[in-house]
């Protein structure tokens, strides 16, 4: 009887980006009736946004860290002179490897 308002609050708590809160109520539903295939699949996407939201943090993080140290890569190769750069990568090397900032 209950199994339908709990699920609908799992729904709401998902688009509301509170993943763990939807999942713990998938599960509450489920322990209230466990024949319902769509409480199934509201659990299972709300693990995979959980999961996916979970990595796009994690590159989203790994690209500013990439981006923070190209920026200084090109603070770096601007201070230096140019026969340092070009005895160490050739001329035709140094133009393709320096970074235009």
């Known amino acids: 009887m209950w199994e339908p308002t709990v699920v609908n609050l799992a729904h709401?708590?998902?688009?509301?980006?509170?993943?763990?809160?939807?999942?713990?109520?998938?599960?509450?539903?489920?322990?209230?009736?466990?024949?319902?295939?769509?409480?199934?699949?509201?659990?299972?996407?709300?693990?995979?946004?959980?999961?996916?939201?979970?990595?796009?943090?994690?590159?989203?993080?790994?690209?500013v860290a990439n981006l923070f140290l190209l920026g200084r890569l090109c603070r770096i190769t601007s201070l230096l002179p140019l026969h340092i750069i070009t005895r160490h990568c050739g001329r035709s090397q140094m133009i393709s490897f320096v970074p235009k900032c």
């Open 12 to 63: 709401a708590y998902r688009k509301l980006k509170i993943y763990h809160e939807a999942i713990s109520c998938y599960e509450r539903a489920l322990m209230l009736s466990n024949r319902s295939l769509s409480t199934y699949a509201g659990l299972a996407y709300t693990y995979h946004l959980q999961i996916f939201t979970v990595a796009f943090k994690k590159l989203l993080e790994s690209m």
